[in-house]
């Protein structure tokens, strides 16, 4: 529809100007130090710019985020295990520190092609896989093509399927046209109610914390791709049915499920248990302190399920 292509040519406009074409931005808001102490890394995809954190030596462990967030969600995560291997966290275009490229749609299946990218010019090879929410399904669009070069996966809340029914019904309302479309573009819903709402532990809701999701999206404009990805919920279920029929292909990867207990009716025991059917060597972690946002709610479980998985894929010789 005709204000959806505006919407997005506004958008475009106020994050990409021609200079930040030819050389990399500068960071588009302000993050304390403290809690985001990392070097910024700047991808030029196509006429945009892909952010990124890449921290430590040793195995790459990719880790992706979903709807709203961006690398800033992994914060804890990439400090604790910085001494142990290679971090690496996108902001997805569009999202965080990054600018999307003049023709992007902000789908799902172009984030997993911009994922992808980066992967090919990382180099990135026989790494540990990391994702929750919309990064299930991005994260694994790109290993059932190239399973040999995943050593492992830790899954968080997410899917990678058809959506279910109270999934259907959250993307046309979420999603919707003209409701979900004035929630995300001029409430800014997610960043504001559905993040705080994803995390299970209020001592973690702090003003600081809950401002860093927000400041990305200043402007109706900024927050036109939070409100494509509840709409793609159901506009991608032929995308999502081609990447379930081809999880087979993972079935002999290690795997650790960390499950947030507390994230219905987004994210349900239902949803974790297809999870392993699909990933048979995995082990599972039920969070009963923690939502939809486990790497807020309980990080240092994040960070021994990582552990976990370069424990398990250990080769003989290889340095701990």
């Not at 800033?72 to 600018?99: H, N, Q």
């Not at 999603?175 to 299970?200: E, K």
């Not at 939070?226 to 087979?248: A, G």
Request: a positive charge; hydrophobic letters at 40%.
């Amino acid at each position: 529809m005709l204000a959806e292509l505006l919407l997005t040519h506004t958008y475009y406009l106020s994050r990409v100007t021609p200079t930040m074409r030819s050389t990399a931005p500068n960071r588009p808001f302000p993050v304390s130090a403290a809690d985001y102490p990392f070097e910024d890394h700047w991808f030029a995809y196509r006429d945009g710019w892909i952010h990124y954190v890449d921290e430590g030596r040793g195995v790459p462990v990719l880790l992706l985020h979903g709807n709203p967030t961006w690398s800033f969600l992994y914060r804890e995560v990439i400090k604790a295990l910085g001494t142990e291997c290679r971090l690496i966290s996108p902001d997805y275009p569009g999202f965080g520190f990054s600018t999307p490229p003049s023709d992007f749609r902000f789908t799902p299946r172009e984030q997993a092609r911009a994922i992808a990218t980066l992967i090919e010019h990382l180099g990135l090879g026989d790494f540990v896989l990391v994702v929750q929410d919309w990064g299930g399904p991005i994260g694994l669009s790109y290993a059932i093509d190239r399973p040999r070069n995943i050593r492992g996966i830790v899954v968080m809340n997410s899917w990678a399927w058809r959506p279910s029914v109270p999934q259907t019904l959250f993307s046309w309302v979420m999603g919707g046209w003209p409701l979900g479309y004035w929630l995300q573009t001029r409430r800014n819903f997610f960043a504001r109610r559905i993040v705080p709402r994803g995390i299970w532990q209020e001592q973690k809701r702090t003003p600081d914390i809950l401002d860093a999701y927000v400041k990305p999206f200043p402007t109706p404009a900024a927050r036109y791709p939070t409100w494509v990805f509840p709409r793609h919920i159901r506009k991608s279920r032929h995308w999502l049915n081609q990447i379930e029929s081809r999880l087979s292909r993972l079935s002999s990867l290690p795997a650790q499920i960390l499950w947030g207990r507390h994230d219905e009716p987004g994210f349900r025991p239902v949803e974790m248990r297809r999870w392993q059917r699909h990933l048979p060597l995995h082990e599972t972690e039920v969070l009963e302190d923690a939502s939809h946002f486990v790497q807020e709610d309980r990080p240092e479980r994040l960070v021994a399920a990582i552990r976990r998985i370069l424990e398990r894929t250990r080769t003989p010789g290889e340095a701990k």
